[in-house]
């Protein structure tokens, strides 16, 4: 079992370094399938032994072989995100499967969700910016997958999905919910990015979870706000992505959305 865990480990940090790339490459507008990485400093391709995800920058010391620039702490940090993640949602499908062909799917359907749900995350927290690139494809086949489990007659552990409709309507609550705040501050508040993120929570997070998740990142984006606003590192006009407290509230919802939601009908 151990192994299974450890080969999904390394399995998450490859896709973590891939999702380092892509970010880059969208960004800077490079063909996606582009064989060799470069060094964004010196440009000089990175040999092949520069390019294995997190063992590379131990041995490098986090610097580029050629040039020496300092290669950012994203790198390594990423990779190791994406690869506990992955760890994270296999250890809740083992824990919760029936049938053996439904649990490859289940697993299948949490890296491809983690896999968009990062990338927005990290292209966000560089650019503040989250493009529809990433976002439109991620809201059709997180869709494509609850259709699937709905039809399937079984749902993702945690979120007690009971009826198709209940994505339906957690799509129209994430997504008007930022339409508006975009409509009444004139694109200032939020950007046009953030009502497809909070269309895609909502397929993610059926209905009562994507309520949850929405009041939580408030509370997570002050926890983060109020210390910087404090010590003066941003002020109140400098713009905090907001996707960057949206993706980790809805991964933290995605896995334990239900025990949050009995946590507080128990208090009332
Ligand atoms: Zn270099």
Redo the contacts with the bound molecule.
């Keep these: 079992m151990i192994l299974i865990y450890i080969f999904i480990f390394i399995f998450g940090l490859c896709i973590g370094s891939f999702i380092n790339a892509l970010v880059y490459r969208l960004y800077e507008e490079m063909p996606i399938a582009k064989a060799r990485s470069i ?1 964004p ?2 440009k ?1 391709q990175l040999r092949w032994q520069d390019n294995i995800p997190l063992i590379s920058f131990i041995f490098l010391r986090g610097q ?1 072989h ?2 020496r ?1 300092k290669i950012s702490w994203q790198y390594p940090l990423i990779e190791l995100a994406t690869g506990a993640l992955f760890v994270l949602a296999s250890y809740f499908v083992f824990l919760s499967s029936s049938s053996s062909y439904y649990f490859i799917i289940l697993l299948l359907y949490y890296f491809i969700t983690l896999s968009f749900l990062i990338t927005i995350f990290l292209f966000d927290l560089k650019h503040s910016l989250i493009p529809d690139k990433i976002s439109l494809p991620a809201i059709v086949v997180v869709l494509i997958f609850q259709i699937f489990f709905w039809l399937g007659g079984e749902m993702p552990m945690g979120l007690g999905l009971k009826n198709l409709s209940f994505v339906a309507i957690s799509a129209i609550i994430g997504g008007s919910w930022f339409a508006l705040q975009y409509f009444l501050s004139k694109g200032k508040w939020v950007g046009g990015g953030d009502i497809r993120l909070g269309i895609l929570m909502g397929i993610v997070l059926p209905w009562p979870h994507i309520l949850t998740a929405l009041f939580l990142s408030y509370i997570v984006g002050a926890l983060v706000a109020l210390p910087l606003l404090i010590f003066k590192k941003k002020t109140m006009k400098s713009e905090i992505p907001f996707g960057v407290f949206l993706v980790p509230t809805t991964l933290i919802v995605m896995f334990w959305g239900e025990k949050i939601v009995n946590w507080y009908l128990n208090i009332f």
């Design positions: 060094c400093k010196c000089h580029c050629f040039c620039e």
